[in-house]
T-cell receptor, first 118, second 111 residues
Framework: GAVVSQHPSWVICKSGTSVKIECRSL??????MFWYRQFPKQSLMLMAT?????????EQGVEKDKFLINHASLTLSTLTVTSAHPEDSSFYIC??????????????FGEGSWLTVV | DAKTTQPPSMDCAEGRAANLPCNHSTISGNEYVYWYRQIHSQGPQYIIHGLKNNETNEMASLIITEDRKSSTLILPHATLRDTAVYYCTCMTTDSWGKLQFGAGTQVVVTP
């Protein structure tokens, strides 16, 4: 079953409003989570690293004041798209690193959240 | 992290093996090779990863060349459900979990 869950799966919002997307690690604590954005027919683009208890680290070209990231607990990171515009419409995906996996896979992705700004 | 290069698309007949190449010529010694796939409108799914030895799991095999500059993902018996975009990426232990994705390979499995 899923180990990282996102909510909502899809959301439609009006231009100028803000929308929040949640990313939860379901059975482990994640000090670090990652947020990606994916436009249609394109690859995933890393937006930022979400750090529990400290400020997020944003990739070059990503506006930190527009994409607010809060990682207030070890199982929850939120991405808030502020003053959303149609060009922000995209598929937003989070991932988390599950510790203690030894040599096995440790990185799990959420199901993604579709944002449509009208 | 090392940049990866993959062919944009590949067709494969159902039941046959699919061999997906990836070039990562600038890979450094502490970088792992990871493979994910993404079915339309879903989050990426982990397939396999390796450092320098060949690896096999229930989904696929990963063959890494001796110089580590390229690798091949092998899906031994492709099914229609394997149709997806396959991403090869490299990740260091210094930035664990931080993945940079290239364009990937669109694999279409046909009956």
């Amino acid at each position: 079953g899923a180990v990282v869950s996102q909510h909502p799966s899809w959301v439609i919002c009006k231009s100028g409003t803000s929308v929040k997307i949640e990313c939860r690690s379901l059975d482990f604590q994640a000090t670090t989570m990652f947020w990606y954005r994916q436009f249609p027919k394109q690859s995933l683009m890393l937006m930022a690293t979400s750090n529990e208890g400290s400020k997020a680290t944003y990739e070059q070209g990503v506006e930190k004041d527009k994409f607010l990231i809060n990682h207030a607990s070890l199982t929850l990171s939120t991405l808030t798209v502020t003053s959303a515009h149609p060009e922000d419409s995209s598929f937003y995906i989070c991932s988390a690193n599950k510790p203690g996996q030894g040599a096995g896979n440790t990185i799990y992705f959420g199901e993604g959240s579709w944002l449509t700004v009208v | 992290d090392a940049k990866t290069t993959q062919p944009p698309s590949m067709d494969c007949a159902e039941g046959r093996a699919a061999n997906l190449p990836c070039n990562h010529s600038t890979i450094s010694g502490n970088e792992y090779v990871y493979w994910y796939r993404q079915i339309h409108s879903q989050g990426p799914q982990y397939i396999i990863h390796g450092l320098k030895n060949n690896e096999t799991n229930e989904m696929a095999s990963l063959i890494i060349t001796e110089d580590r500059k390229s690798s091949t993902l092998i899906l031994p018996h492709a099914t229609l459900r394997d149709t997806a975009v396959y991403y090869c990426t490299c990740m260091t232990t210094d930035s664990w979990g931080k993945l940079q994705f290239g364009a990937g390979t669109q694999v279409v499995v046909t009956p």
